[in-house]
């Protein structure tokens, strides 16, 4: 499973999802900023962080916890 976390800089919620990612032992996931990126930011500006799953498309947006995290995993 390729993953991919939207995020900002200077971003608390993105700071709090990095820490689930951590607490769910994600292993492996690509940080993309979307802030010098007028396509992204006008996809995910008010959604971030959002965790794609890059293969299926799906997307999980923020608030999710260590359980919903592991949920969606386990259903892609």
């Known amino acids: 499973m390729s993953l991919i976390l939207y995020q900002r800089d200077d971003c608390h919620l993105c700071d709090l999802a990095l820490e689930v990612l951590a607490v769910a032992r ?19 500006g008010a959604r971030v962080p959002v965790l794609q ?20 995993l386990l259903a892609g």
Not at 31 to 40: G, H, K, N, Q, R
Not at 57 to 64: I, M, V
Request: charged fraction near 35%.
């Open 26 to 44: 994600v292993p492996d996931f690509e940080s993309v900023f979307i802030d010098d990126d007028a396509e992204l930011e006008q996809r995910y």
């Open 53 to 72: 799953d890059r293969g299926t498309g799906r997307e999980l947006d923020w608030p999710f916890d260590p359980g919903q995290l592991q949920a969606f």
